[in-house]
């Protein structure tokens, strides 16, 4: 699995749109880019998947350049709600493959 | 939607005894399910992999007699910690996936060793 990168943490305040980007250098030709979202003492949430270019759904937009090493997950006009840890997880997503979870991104939206 | 059921969601035991967490995936048949260890502040930590019917597989650094996993349908996966110690005390998070159908986390338990 290829290895990503996100930044630790990012404050953001409510209404603006937030873009959290992720590298993984090391994406393979199979792999898609997934991110997840997860409050506290609760399991993730599934967000948002992408191949390449942009796929944007109900909750966010994901950016995929075409070299496809970073991602940039965006939300747009965030509330306090969306204060959670934000995974950025790259994979064949093929159901029996592992998960591993790099650190996340802490965001915190402030009033 | 795929929807997983984890519970108890908390539980508090004594030092030494056992508690079992259950995941169920509710609405699919899930091929492989998913155990995770996570700390206050720090990311999900992969425990183990099991599929419906053999043996879990276990992460490095994962005590299989002290962690016991068994996954005995396409539904049903339980996690017992066994001997429980404080050391133990964690969020657990279950995951359940089918080929080509995502992963989709159970609501997650919340153990107390005291």
């Known amino acids: 699995l290829a290895k990503t990168t996100q930044p630790i943490s990012m404050d953001s305040y409510e209404g603006q749109e937030v873009n959290i980007t992720c590298s993984h250098n090391n994406i393979a030709t199979n792999d898609y880019i997934t991110w997840y979202q997860q409050f506290p003492s609760q399991g993730p949430r599934f967000i948002i998947q992408g191949y390449k270019t942009k796929v944007t759904n109900e909750v966010a937009s994901l950016f995929i350049p075409a070299d496809r090493k970073s991602s940039t997950l965006s939300l747009p006009r965030v509330s306090l709600s969306d204060t959670a840890v934000y995974y950025c997880?790259?994979?064949?997503?093929?159901?029996?493959?592992?998960?591993?979870f790099g650190t996340g991104t802490r965001l915190t939206i402030i009033p | 939607g795929a929807v997983v059921s984890q519970h108890p969601s908390r539980v508090i035991c004594k030092s030494g005894t056992s508690v079992k967490i259950e995941c169920r995936s509710l609405d699919f048949q899930a091929t492989t399910m998913f155990w995770y260890r996570q700390f206050p502040k720090k990311s999900l930590m992969l425990m183990a992999t099991?599929?419906?019917?053999?043996?879990?597989?276990?992460e490095q650094g994962v005590e299989k007699d002290k962690f016991l996993i068994n996954h005995a349908s396409l539904t049903l996966s339980t996690l017992t910690v066994t001997s429980a110690h404080p050391e133990d005390s964690s969020f657990y998070i279950c995951?359940?996936?089918?080929?080509?159908?995502?992963?989709?986390f159970g609501s997650g338990t919340r153990l107390t060793v005291v």
């Open positions: 995951s359940a996936s089918r080929t080509d159908y995502g992963y989709t």
């Open positions: 997880l790259v994979g064949e997503s093929k159901g029996n493959e592992k998960l591993t």
């Open positions: 099991s599929n419906e019917g053999s043996k879990a597989t276990y």
